[in-house]
């Protein structure tokens, strides 16, 4: 069983001249320690009580205090929350003419490609995503009549222009003469780039190129087909200049 903090502290305490004597250097003291106990408290000159534990608590806390009000005074300031709700980012409203139909676009992002948008807001999914960064065609789209990469243009750039997508060009029942010949030649596979494909075939009619194998693969450079379709590619858009 433990000791009693009596019976610990009364074998520390002090032994007398004699019994020391002969046991401690002259350099060597004895400390006196008293236990921990609950003891009737000392008298500070005031008449109020005190103890050794009181008045270290007290000066703990003091250090304490003199050491937060420092760090206290050099925290930065909060501002108060401004009163009302946040103001919203307002967006730019703009009319876009598609495939002959006027969409008014409302709190519209400036910075919004015409790819987004006609995906995201006008729901005319048949333009793909590809790159993202003009180097595929898969988006490619006409714009007054000249093919576009929809990815690196602002929506906000075309108000008043006349944008065409694949959906504008022809419907089942009623094709364009490109989109039945790349059906004739299968020219798609996965089918993911046809519709840019498509598009830069039908623009590339109407541009001053060679009549060569040659001049068409190089006006159809920018449009990358994965699968490799580009033999029936190239057969398709020449079928196509002959009949025009």
Excluded: W
Excluded at 140 to 159: D, P, Q, W, Y
Aim: a neutral charge; aromatic letters at 4%; charged letters at 20%.
């Amino acid at each position: 069983m433990a000791d009693s903090p009596s019976f610990r502290f009364r074998r520390l305490r002090s032994k007398s001249p004699e019994q020391t004597k002969d046991e401690l250097a002259p350099d060597q003291h004895t400390l006196d320690l008293e236990p921990l106990t609950p003891g009737k408290p000392e008298q500070d000159g005031n008449g109020r009580g005190f103890s050794r534990r009181s008045f270290l608590s007290g000066l703990g806390a003091a250090g304490l205090v003199a050491t937060a009000a420092p760090l206290a005074a050099a925290a930065p300031a909060v501002a108060p929350a401004a009163d009302g709700p946040a103001e919203g980012a307002s967006g730019t409203t703009l009319v876009l003419r598609v495939n002959g139909k006027d969409y008014t676009l409302r709190g519209l992002d400036p910075r919004a490609t015409l790819l987004d948008t006609l995906r995201e807001r006008i729901h005319l999914t048949g333009t793909k995503k590809g790159c993202d960064h003009g180097q595929c065609g898969a988006c490619t789209v006409h714009v007054n009549g000249r093919r576009v990469n929809s990815c690196l243009s602002f929506a906000a750039m075309h108000e008043g222009d006349e944008i065409t997508t694949i959906e504008g060009l022809g419907q089942p029942g009623n094709l364009h003469a490109m989109q039945a010949a790349f059906v004739e030649h299968d020219g798609y596979q996965c089918g993911y780039c046809t519709s840019g494909q498509i598009m830069s075939a039908v623009a590339l009619l109407k541009e001053p190129i060679g009549p060569t194998d040659e001049d068409v693969k190089h006006a159809m450079a920018g449009n990358i087909c994965r699968c490799g379709a580009y033999a029936n590619i190239v057969a398709a858009v020449k079928q196509v200049r002959s009949q025009a």
